[in-house]
């Protein structure tokens, strides 16, 4: 795909933003802060970097992520907004002591990333979310644009783009790359969760042998 090509791609997602802000609709973002996150928030900032990017802060994060988020939120001028789970970590362990992501990811991932996220999908018109087909099997059965159940429309902007594509629009405007790229992370989520490059897919970095591809934010999406 040549540039121009590109620019047309991202002219349609402004027209889009501009649509729902023309219907007065209250827009978000939500962004993990990855390399591969980057051209949706550089595209955003274009747009209007008032747009709130909210980070779900599980407490479980990498330094490193919390320091490329930093960077990026003053290189792009974005308007960042933290969130964080109602329960503290003492209450987030299990019979044997243990955090829960030890023994059951699924209930850490909805206190700390569905469950914080459950308000603002309440209050909220439009959620801006990046996430692409090619991720993972799940991800290409959805829709540009789908309802929650709390009512709020996700807009999926980059759904169609390849990782080629956002490799391309990446190095363009050279764009800041997370520092464990080059450590042989591709997929960087909570530090327990995440392992180093996997050959057969990018999700696959994550819950590794826990038959886990979602953390919850997406999986309400999945068509039967
Ligand atoms: S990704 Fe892991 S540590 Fe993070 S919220 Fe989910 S289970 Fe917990």
Same mark, same amino acid.
């Given at each position: 795909? *040549?540039?121009?090509? =590109?620019?047309? %791609? &991202?002219?349609?997602?402004? @027209? ?62 974005? *308007?960042?907004?933290? =969130?964080?789970? %109602? &329960?503290?970590?003492?209450? @987030? ?132």
């Amino acid at each position: 795909m *040549n540039w121009e090509q =590109l620019e047309k %791609l &991202v002219d349609g997602i402004r @027209q889009e933003i501009l649509h729902y802000k023309s219907e007065d609709k209250q827009l978000f973002a939500s962004s993990s802060f990855q390399t591969h996150s980057l051209p949706m928030l550089h595209i955003i900032s274009r747009i209007d970097n008032t747009i709130p990017i909210y980070f779900i802060n599980t407490g479980f994060h990498f330094p490193e992520t919390i320091q490329f988020r930093d960077k990026v939120v003053e290189e792009f001028g974005l *308007n960042l907004l933290d =969130l964080h789970s %109602l &329960v503290p970590k003492s209450q @987030q362990r299990n019979r044997l002591g243990n955090f829960y992501f030890t023994s059951d990811p699924d209930y850490c991932c909805y206190l700390n990333k569905t469950q914080p996220m459950e308000p603002v999908l309440a209050k909220m018109d439009v959620w801006i979310n990046g996430i692409r087909a090619d991720q993972n099997a799940n991800r290409r059965s959805m829709r540009e644009e789908q309802m929650t159940p709390q009512g709020c429309l996700r807009y999926h902007p980059m759904l169609h783009w390849t990782a080629k594509l956002v490799f391309e629009y990446t190095k363009k405007y050279d764009l800041p790359k997370h520092p464990l790229d080059e450590k042989g992370y591709v997929s960087v989520g909570c530090e327990p969760c995440t392992r180093k490059f996997d050959l057969e897919s990018e999700r696959e970095s994550r819950w590794f042998g826990m038959n886990k591809t979602e953390c919850g934010l997406h999986t309400e999406l999945i068509e039967k």
